[in-house]
């Protein structure tokens, strides 16, 4: 059988490329991959970058504790997130940082809990009253052990917060604060014009004080123009940095207003649900790292100030009176119940607090030996001996 025949135009095959033409199209064809794919892979974009805001003057070490916290974020997502802090009134007022986190305006902040009181009372509740008994790591071990975290995030989402909160950074007991003269019974206090905030606001009411809520930049003026008469913040670091010894010289150590308060860091949600799943996790435990720094810097840093009010401002120290410290817990047992009654929620936080606390201060004191003595011991000037008889 013959073959068949095939047209020219079948048989025609196209030239065999030179290697010219050759590596003319390896070149654009690794041009395409360089401009399709490797953006895909690479960094093109850059760091995410954040936004944040503290509610305290950059000269305070709470604003320095912001920093802290930011400065882990960076260093341990190697540069893949950048949060940068300003501080308070650089964006919104201190009181407003919930409400700008929330709607994006700002990414971030770190504050208290209690600064957001106005919106519901529960949010004092981690932060601002005896916390029947627990000191600020015990409140932060009920917030994560306790379910103190999942009653949080159903209290924002009650008011409608976008934000992920974190609390953290536990802080020393709160002096009672600085007044003109010092506080010998709770009826000194009555009429005094104190700042205060908080559920401090009504256990300080209920001593008869005429409480006014300011941020802590706006303390120190207030005092000097006379609109306060007496006025409490945080510790020795911070009091001394705002500087209340200028205006006072009187400073009541010890209360029950604030013994157990930290600080908050909060998230825009969405900004923070967007996140890479490693990159939360690492936020989660540089939380965790930046809470344990803190108590130790605080410790150094409040000690140290503790001394310098006392020797180079001479600040005059008062332990406040066992009666007032009496009066502060009967004062919030009432506060207790009114806020119960008029606020589901605030009653099921403190139900849950009280019931943790139940059994991990009893485990406290019956665990942990007095500091006193040990201190007492070593430290504290002991009575001459009289010289020995002659015989």
Known sequence: MNSPQVTPEVRSEAPAPSRRTFLTGAAVAAAGATALGFPMVAKAQGPITMRWQSTWPAKDIFHEYANDFAKKVNDMTGGDLKIEVLPAGAVVPAFQLLDAVSKGTLDGGHGVLVYHYGKQTGLALWGSSPAYGMDANMLLAWHKYGGG??????????????????????????????????????????????????????????????????????????????????????????????????????YMLQSYHQN??????????????????????????????????????????????????????????????????????????????????????????????KAFAARAVKWDLDTNVQRRMAYNHYFARRAAKPAPKKS
């Open 149 to 250: 975290k999942q009653l949080l995030d159903k209290l924002y989402k009650s008011i409608g917060a976008n934000v992920v909160s974190f609390p953290y950074g536990p802080m020393p007991t709160q002096p009672l604060g600085w007044f003109k003269k010092p506080v010998g019974k709770a009826d000194d206090l009555k009429g005094l014009k104190f700042r205060t905030v908080g559920i401090s606001i009504d256990l300080f009411t209920g001593l008869g004080a005429a409480v006014n809520a300011l941020p802590g930049g706006e303390i120190v003026p207030a005092m000097d123009r006379g609109l306060l008469d007496a006025a409490e913040f945080n510790n020795a670091t911070s009091d001394r940095l705002l500087g209340f010894a200028d205006v006072s010289k009187v």
């Open 260 to 353: 157990a308060e930290q600080f908050e860091i909060t998230f825009n949600k969405t900004k923070f649900d967007a996140l890479p799943d490693k990159m939360k996790a690492i936020i989660e435990n540089a939380v965790e790292a930046a809470s344990a720094d803190m108590s130790w810097k605080a410790i150094d840093r409040y000690s140290k100030d503790h001394i310098e009010l006392q020797t180079k401002d001479k600040v005059r120290f008062y332990k406040t009176p066992d009666s007032i410290l009496k009066r502060q817990l009967e004062i919030f047992d009432e506060v207790l119940v009114k806020k119960s009654a008029d606020n589901p929620t605030f009653k099921e936080i403190a139900e849950s607090q």
